[in-house]
């Protein structure tokens, strides 16, 4: 089993930038391949950033491709999602995700272990 506690969220204004952070217990960490995802009111969630369970890159969502910077250090078992130039869309529910051998997949179906979410909010 993995836990997953996510952390580094709150209230931004538009244009600022925050970083999360998802701290991983259990398991062989380096083994996993890990995503964030997140979720706006009233909307489905979304697939925003993956790596890979060597820490290759996947692709980044075409919404956040050129703000966001996934990365992971295994050492501290911890993955990160740098936001930068942050929009009011952006609001939302982030969700660190992990699957076991994990190739970076956008499908949520395809992680085995969730944290519990972190809020994100940047005002207009």
Not at 98 to 122: I, K, L, N
Request: glycine share 14%.
């Amino acid at each position: 089993q993995v836990q997953l506690v996510e952390s580094g969220g709150g209230l931004v204004r538009t244009g600022g930038s925050l970083r999360l952070s998802c701290a991983a217990s259990g398991g062989i960490f380096s083994r996993y391949g890990m995503a964030w995802f997140r979720q706006s009111h009233g909307k489905e969630r979304e697939f925003v950033a993956a790596i890979r369970w060597d820490g290759g890159r996947a692709p980044y969502a075409d919404s956040v491709k050129g703000r966001f910077t996934m990365s992971r250090d295994n050492a501290e078992r911890t993955v990160y999602l740098q936001m930068n130039s942050l929009k009011h869309e952006d609001t939302g529910v982030y969700y660190c995700a992990a699957a076991h051998y994990g190739s970076g997949r956008p499908e949520s179906s395809m992680y085995d272990f969730w944290g519990q979410g972190t809020q994100v909010t940047v005002s207009l």
